[in-house]
């Protein structure tokens, strides 16, 4: 069984920033890639940042220029550190881990970004 645990989230004001974290523990394994998503209230989930076991990323073009992701192999820990929010980036952003064929999401973190 894995565990994530996210944290970081909360209200912020327009412009601001908000650093997401993301651990997974629970047995020893190797993580293939792990990834940030979001589902903003009447509209689909959508991938936000993805980063492989190479250090590969990939970014949604929303996002791109103003949120990095990054990751910790020793901890096993995910981040997302987001600058110049906006308003739209509000959402319930949720971690996912992937081992193998195997795929785990997090519980999710509410990032709200007054106007």
């Known amino acids: 069984q894995v565990q994530l645990v996210e944290s970081g989230g909360g209200l912020v004001q327009a412009g601001g920033s908000l650093r997401l974290s993301c651990a997974a523990s629970g047995r020893d394994f190797s993580i293939k890639s792990m990834g940030w998503y979001r589902q903003a209230p009447g509209k689909q989930h959508e991938l936000v940042a993805v980063v492989t076991s190479e250090g590969e990323t990939n970014y949604a073009d929303s996002v791109k220029g103003r949120f990095t992701i990054s990751r910790d192999n020793a901890k096993n820990t995910v981040y997302l550190q987001m600058n110049s929010l906006k308003p739209e980036d509000t959402a319930v952003y949720y971690c996912?881990?992937?081992?193998?064929?195997?795929?785990?999401w997090g519980q999710g973190t509410q990032v709200t970004v007054s106007s």
């Open positions: 996912k881990v992937v081992l193998g064929p195997y795929y785990y």
